[in-house]
């Protein structure tokens, strides 16, 4: 893998994913419910389990960071792009694709805090350095968090986050530029703690915050 900036890319960094050595890391959410929900109310509500790629899943992994964000919203996706471009078409290529969406409806992305931490993705950690998108204090910064893998990290009013609706709280990581995370419980409201124990709901959708502007 020669290159994660988009600007760089030429016809070789078109793969297929489904064919690639990351063919397991497409995520799955799997369900969080145990016989009783509220022991894990201050645990990690959400989880994924590691499945294969859609077959012919072909395109780019690219490395992506949402502006004026902090640096740990950034992460590697894929942009689907269902035919191979021409060797003078991979930019326009590139803007016409898609990226990879998970069942919930988000993009599918392997976090930089992960691959900076994680000895399976050292291979994507060193195109990050070589491509000089993980400076040497960003890869501090990630060393430095005590979060474990599908840590929910929200950098921004409207960024949308997938919930387990089967457990009492969300765990969410608030991060604004140039802030460690704080860590956040939000309970969802409509949860009932009656004495039967059971999630009325189940199932999973996104959820943002926004702001209120009623008076």
Not at 21 to 33: G, K, T
Not at 94 to 113: T, Y
Not at 161 to 187: G, L, N
Request: hydrophobic fraction near 40%.
């Amino acid at each position: 893998m020669a290159t994660l900036d988009p600007r760089r890319f030429t016809a070789a960094q078109y793969v297929d994913i489904s064919a690639s050595p990351l063919r397991s890391q497409f995520r799955r959410m799997r369900s969080m419910q145990v016989a009783d929900p509220h022991r894990r109310q201050f645990g990690d509500q959400l989880a994924t389990s590691d499945v294969p790629f859609p077959p012919a899943t072909r395109g780019f992994l690219y490395f992506f960071s949402p502006p004026a964000q902090s640096p740990l919203a950034g992460g590697v996706r894929f942009r689907v792009v269902p035919q191979a471009p021409a060797p003078n078409r991979v930019g326009p290529a590139f803007a016409a694709g898609h990226d990879l969406l998970m069942a919930h409806g988000l993009p599918w992305h392997l976090p930089v805090w992960e691959i900076l931490t994680r000895r399976a993705y050292s291979c994507l950690r060193d195109v990050l350095v070589k491509d000089e998108l993980a400076p040497g204090r960003l890869r501090l910064a990630c060393n430095s968090l005590s979060i474990t893998r599908d840590s929910v990290l929200v950098t921004a009013l409207g960024m949308p986050w997938a919930v387990d609706w089967s457990t009492e709280f969300s765990r969410i990581y608030v991060v604004a530029p140039h802030h460690h995370p704080v860590a956040a419980m939000v309970r969802h409201p409509w949860y009932s703690r009656a004495s039967e124990r059971k999630a009325p709901y189940s199932g999973t959708s996104r959820r943002p915050f926004q702001i209120n502007k009623t008076n």
